[in-house]
């Protein structure tokens, strides 16, 4: 079982799924909002050639499954949320807050899985 799209509302886009995961790379427009609710099953989301609004929000619940985000050097990245085992960065990523600089806010919950962010 993979993930299916729930719905898309204006600038919110949600997937869920009992089991899977999902993955998005290459060309891709990121909504300003993605939520992802999986039972077993994280999400994998390269946004190194995507194209992405001033501020993104990703969220991110599932009782199994991480959260692995690789984004571009000039991409600022904020994380918070819990798990009860899994690492996850304690301070932002990326460069400083600027007028100019993109700003992903990773909100990741869950029992088990972490939040791994990788800049390219």
């Known amino acids: ?10 600038s919110t886009s949600r ?3 009992l089991l899977g995961g999902l993955r998005r790379s290459g060309t891709w427009e990121v909504p300003p909002r993605l939520q992802v609710f999986a039972a077993v099953g994280g999400a994998d989301l390269d946004l190194t050639q995507a194209t992405l609004p001033p501020v993104t929000e990703i969220t991110k619940i599932s009782l199994v499954g991480g959260l692995r ?7 600022r990245v904020e994380v918070e949320g819990f798990s009860l085992v899994g690492p996850r960065p304690s301070s932002p990523v990326g460069p400083a807050a600027g007028p100019d600089v993109p700003v992903v806010r990773l909100r990741a919950y ?4 972490g939040v791994a962010v990788v800049t390219s």
């Open 1 to 10: 079982m993979g993930f299916f799209s729930m719905s898309t509302t204006g």
């Open 15 to 17: 997937h869920l799924a």
């Open 69 to 75: 985000v690789r984004v571009p050097a000039h991409v």
């Open 110 to 113: 869950g029992a088990f899985g």
